[in-house]
């Protein structure tokens, strides 16, 4: 499985963006998928993540990105995409997204066997 994240940029606070996430590969065996970011000096931190193992979309969020950022799938053409809004100087970071093949849903960065490189999003004051 490979992933590319796109979509990155500069944006002011208040702001919007909306982040890309193509998968390739053998993408029929996996059970979750999630978007992670790191901010420099900083541990990664899961941010949202989707259990595709179901018929609904079964997203859920990190405390600090909740009521801000919203994940969402296209199935057929293998997309994963997060949704932005009201952007904080906090959420500067490289943004990651990532696959899992045993978890539907899982917080852990170990549980994620598949990640793509990352896209910086910047958020200016």
């Known amino acids: 499985v490979q992933l590319q994240a796109s979509g990155g940029g500069l944006v002011q606070a208040g702001g919007s963006l909306r982040l890309s996430c193509a998968a390739s590969?053998?993408?029929?065996?996996?059970?979750?998928m999630g978007w992670f970011r790191q901010a420099p000096g900083k541990e990664r931190e899961f941010v949202a993540g989707?259990?595709?193992?179901?018929?609904?979309?079964?997203?859920y969020y990190g405390d600090s990105v909740k009521d801000r950022f919203t994940l969402s799938r296209d199935n057929a053409k293998n997309m994963m995409y997060l949704q932005m809004n009201n952007l904080e100087q906090e959420d500067t970071a490289v943004y990651h997204c990532?696959?899992?093949?045993?978890?539907?849903?899982?917080?852990?960065?170990?549980?994620?066997?598949?990640w793509g490189q990352g896209t910086l999003v910047t958020v200016s004051s």
């Open positions: 590969g053998r993408t029929l065996g996996l059970a979750g």
């Open positions: 990532a696959a899992s093949l045993a978890h539907a849903r899982t917080r852990l960065a170990s549980n994620y066997r598949y």
């Open positions: 989707i259990d595709i193992s179901r018929r609904n979309s079964g997203t």
